[in-house]
Structures are given as C-alpha cells and as structure tokens.
C-alpha cells in the first residue's frame, strides 16, 4: 500500500538567473496545488542565499510524485531549469515514521 510522501527539493540558480528561476517555479506552482493527488505544494526562497530554492510538498504517494513529473507544468520547468541552474537539482523523498 502506498503511504503519503513529503519531499524536499533545492535548486540554486546561476548567478544572473534567480529571477528566470524564480518565474519557472512561479508557472508550476499552481498547477502542481491544483493536481488532485497533492496536498501541499510550496516553494520557498533562501533568506540566506537568494539564489536557493527550497520545494516542500506533500503527496499521497510515490507513485502520485511520479506522475507529477509527468505533467506539461512540471516538464517545462524542468526544460527551463536545464540551462538556469548552478548545480543538479537536490530532491529528497522523505517517509514518515508512524
């Protein structure tokens, strides 16, 4: 049975292209809310570092995470992301403990 996942994602733009970052990830954002097997989807800004993009979201399952990834809306931040960013995207897929 699949069990609900939470995942952690960073991505750091190259210098110059925080804003070009920033309207990609603005573009997936309410796409990503409005898919019927996500219950939180947030992206967040490094107060620290504004080149850093810090993704929470909740999903009913891996399998849910999957298809998202799947998407036109994911998809083309990701095309965007290919030639935006410093380092490969870091994403952590977090299990909760019952």
């Known amino acids: 049975m699949s069990k609900e996942i939470t995942v952690v994602a960073i991505v750091e733009a190259k210098p110059g292209c925080e804003a070009q970052v920033e309207a990609a990830i603005a573009a997936c ?3 990503s809310r409005a898919e019927s097997t996500n ?3 947030v992206a967040h800004r490094d107060g ?3 080149a850093r993009f810090v993704f929470v979201e ?3 399952s891996r399998e849910a995470l999957a298809e998202h990834e799947k998407t ?3 998809q083309a931040m990701a095309r965007s992301f290919a030639t935006l960013l410093a ?3 870091e994403v952590m897929i ?3 403990i019952d």
């Open 29 to 31: 954002v309410p796409p």
């Open 87 to 89: 380092k490969p995207l």
């Open 94 to 96: 977090l299990d909760p």
């Open 39 to 41: 219950f939180s989807y």
């Open 48 to 50: 620290a570092n504004p």
């Open 58 to 60: 909740r999903w009913t």
């Open 72 to 74: 036109p809306h994911f």
